[in-house]
C-alpha cells in the first residue's frame, strides 16, 4: 500500500498560485494513478484532479479546470498540483490519492494527512 506525505499548501491572495507537492513510498509509485481530492469546512470530500500512471491521462473538476495543472514524477515518487488563479472557494483541505487505475479512484484514495489551502479574498 501507497503512503503519501502532502505539503506546499498555505496562506495566498486571491489571484495566487501554490504548487502542492505529494511524496510516495512504494517502489510500485510508477505504477499508480494519483490524485488530489479537497474537503472544505462542512463539505464532503471533493474530487480535484487525476493523473494515470504514466501521464497520459489527466482529468480535472469542472471548477479548476484550466486553472489547476496536475503532473507526476515517476523518478521523485512524486505528484505535483499547481494551483494558478486561486480563489476564495478553493479553500480546503488537499488530500493526495492513490490507486492501481483512474477508474478505481475515490476519496476513500487519500489517506494522507492533507495539507491546509487558504485563499483570501
Known amino acids: 500500500q501507497v503512503q503519501v506525505v502532502e505539503s506546499g499548501g498555505g496562506l495566498v491572495p486571491a489571484g495566487g498560485s501554490l504548487r502542492l507537492s505529494c511524496v510516495a513510498s512504494g517502489r510500485a509509485f510508477s505504477t499508480y494513478a494519483m490524485g488530489w481530492f479537497r474537503q472544505a469546512p462542512g463539505k464532503e470530500r471533493e474530487f480535484v484532479a487525476v493523473?494515470?500512471?504514466?501521464?497520459?491521462?489527466?482529468h480535472y473538476a469542472d471548477s479548476v479546470k484550466g486553472r489547476f495543472t496536475i503532473s507526476k514524477d515517476n523518478a521523485k515518487n512524486t505528484v505535483y498540483l499547481q494551483m494558478n488563479s486561486l480563489k476564495p472557494e478553493d479553500t480546503a483541505v488537499y488530500y493526495c490519492a492513490a490507486s492501481s487505475s483512474i477508474t478505481t479512484m475515490t476519496a476513500r484514495s487519500a489517506r494522507g494527512q492533507g495539507t491546509q489551502v487558504t485563499v483570501s479574498s
Open positions: 493523473i494515470s500512471w504514466d501521464n497520459s491521462i489527466t
